[in-house]
């Protein structure tokens, strides 16, 4: 099995003004293809600075990451976001759904914006609702709908322009026991259909134990790998 992604040395530092704040350092990890990863840890550990690194959303201080053996931080600004945008998947904890558009056309933004037609994004979504159970919620704006049918919504606005690689930094973070398990039930199920590789950062032990791999984080290092 290929790797998608290779991490060499990776760190990341920020200058306070008064002193230097490493956040990572010497992070190597390879993520094969179709896979499925956790990234656990206590607070402060790096994981949420890992997965914007691994999602391009922020540059490293040094260190590479390689996807499907492209150095992305060789890219500029306009081909890294146009990367970001075809290629990866965000789900964050709080869904960032725009209030004053119906479900579908939060779900159809990233492809109307990646300039797709308008009558095939509107398929593309419609499929995608019907996958995450909201096929009949399809027309509710975001106030009218739960906190897990939100993030459901915002999950189906991940996986539209059918990207290979999804991060999802603690989904399911301010939903209650049992609508979590309907999301971790629902990722996993679509992970295994699409054959998309999955990263999760959680503290939820059950989700991490789910997941192919589990890599645990301390002061912005690996410990160790299960």
Do not use: W
Request: proline share 3%; charged share 20%; glycine share 10%.
């Amino acid at each position: 099995m290929s790797n998608l992604l290779e991490v060499r040395n990776l760190c990341k530092t920020y200058n306070t003004g008064v002193n230097t704040l490493e956040v990572l350092c010497g992070i190597d990890l390879d993520l094969a293809a179709g896979t499925t990863t956790a990234l656990v840890g206590a607070s402060g550990a790096g994981k949420s600075t890992l997965m914007h690194l691994l999602g391009a959303l922020d540059r490293p201080t040094s260190g590479t990451v390689s996807f499907g053996g492209d150095n992305i931080f060789n890219k500029n600004e306009r081909q890294l976001a146009e990367f970001r945008n075809r290629k990866i998947g965000f789900v964050f904890q709080f869904h960032h759904l725009l209030p004053e558009f119906t479900a579908l056309e939060n779900v159809m933004m990233p492809a109307i914006i990646n300039r797709v037609p308008r009558n095939k994004a509107m398929a593309m979504a419609q499929a995608l609702l019907q996958d995450v159970g909201l096929g009949q919620r399809m027309t509710h704006r975001p106030g009218e709908l739960s906190g897990g049918e939100q993030q459901r919504v915002a999950i189906a606005r991940a996986l539209v322009m059918e990207p290979e690689l999804l991060l999802a930094d603690e989904p399911t973070g301010n939903l209650d026991m049992k609508t979590s398990d309907g999301i971790h039930a629902m990722l996993t199920d679509i992970q295994t259909k699409r054959g998309l590789t999955l990263v999760i950062v959680t503290h939820n032990e059950r989700l991490a134990a789910a997941m192919g791999t589990t890599i645990h984080l301390v002061d912005g290092r690996v410990e160790k790998t299960t």
